[in-house]
């Protein structure tokens, strides 16, 4: 996957980099995802019951991806949703010191 500025995060990623990331979940599913994530804990360690809960749960989880060249942040929605670019605007006169 590309950002709009042409960064190619799969290579970034494949050649050892890191990524300033976060994982996100949206309001109205974050109880039915605690929920899932609640079953996860509870299934034996290493169990094939394990890994389908926590496949089940990841599913509802989405990511929000800041691009190393421009700043600008990708927005990857769970369940095969999309994705969202988003343009990181600073508010603070300039010079601020962000990029």
Do not use: T, W
Not at 12 to 31: I, W
Not at 37 to 42: I, T
Not at 44 to 54: A, F, Q, V
């Amino acid at each position: 996957m590309r950002c709009v500025c042409g960064f190619n995060f799969a290579l970034f990623l494949a050649d050892g980099g890191e990524l300033e990331s976060y994982a996100v979940v949206s309001d109205a599913k974050y109880q039915k995802f605690l929920k899932r994530e609640m079953k996860v804990l509870e299934a034996p360690e290493g169990s094939k019951k394990k890994y389908r809960r926590l496949f089940k749960s990841s599913q509802l989880i989405g990511s929000l991806q800041r691009c190393p060249e421009c700043g600008s942040y990708r927005l990857l929605l769970p369940e095969e949703g999309g994705v969202v670019h988003l343009e990181a605007v600073c508010n603070q006169p300039e010079p601020c010191g962000h990029s």
